[in-house]
């Protein structure tokens, strides 16, 4: 079965600071990997997702097949980053997508 | 366009009692998704629909029915409210799986006492 997994409930990094959020996820087919964040007050939302390879915010995410993992990156975190972030996999077959348990990000000024 | 929108806000329950939570979109969308948020779970899909007129079961959905009469609307309903129930309740929406990007509501708040 498709698992997501977020190691890290709650993230704390000093604004300037490199940031990493880890997701890693348990697929045997190929997936697609999602970034949703939810902002304080405001509602989920899609971030980026790998098939694009984009980077959104300063953020990028490289899918790493062979480590099953999405891990989301920035160089340089902004105290508007702080926000709840969710890692998410679609699979190949017929069935919604499937969310990690989510990281709260704290960006200290 | 208002997108995904959710009725009510917030509500109290008290245990025993029902109630529906109306989730509302205006973007012809044909898959809507209900899920419960909670500290440290995250988000729990309850039930989805593909179409107007069809429902299926998601990772957490003893307690919960689902109708979508209409293709702008999914209803969640709880016939018999429990404190395990007590959650956020988000609803989304998308054009498709394959296109896979969900559009969220502002979510709706449950106590049940």
């Known amino acids: 079965a498709q698992r997501v997994t977020q190691p890290e409930k709650l993230l704390s990094v000093f604004k300037g600071a490199p940031v990493e959020l880890k997701c890693n996820y348990s697929?045997?087919?190929?997936?697609?990997l999602f970034w949703y964040v939810q902002y304080s007050r405001q509602r989920l939302q899609l971030l980026l997702r790998?098939?694009s390879r984009e980077s959104i915010k300063g953020f990028t995410a490289d899918l790493n097949k062979g480590e099953t993992s999405f891990h989301l990156k920035k160089p340089f975190a902004q105290e508007e980053d702080s926000a709840m972030y969710y890692c998410?996999?679609?699979?190949?077959?017929?069935?919604?997508?499937?969310f990690g348990k989510g990281t709260r990000l704290s960006v200290i000024a | 366009n208002a997108g995904v929108t959710q009725t009510p806000k917030f509500r109290v329950l008290k245990t025993g009692q029902s109630m529906t939570l109306l989730c509302a979109q205006d973007?012809?969308?044909?898959?809507m998704y209900w899920y419960r948020q909670d500290p440290g779970m995250g988000l729990r899909l309850i039930h989805y629909?593909?179409?107007?007129?069809?429902?299926a079961k998601g990772e957490v959905p003893d307690g919960y029915n689902v109708s979508r009469l209409k293709k702008q609307n999914f209803l969640l309903g709880l016939e018999s409210a429990a404190p395990s129930q007590t959650s956020v309740y988000f609803c989304?929406?998308?054009?498709?799986?394959?296109?896979?990007?969900?559009?969220f509501g502002p979510g709706t708040r449950l106590t049940v006492l």
């Open positions: 998410a996999l679609l699979n190949s077959g017929n069935t919604p997508l499937v």
């Open positions: 973007m012809n969308h044909e898959y």
């Open positions: 697929y045997s087919g190929s997936p697609e």
């Open positions: 989304a929406s998308s054009p498709s799986y394959s296109y896979n990007e969900q559009f």
């Open positions: 790998h098939i």
């Open positions: 629909s593909v179409g107007e007129g069809t429902t």
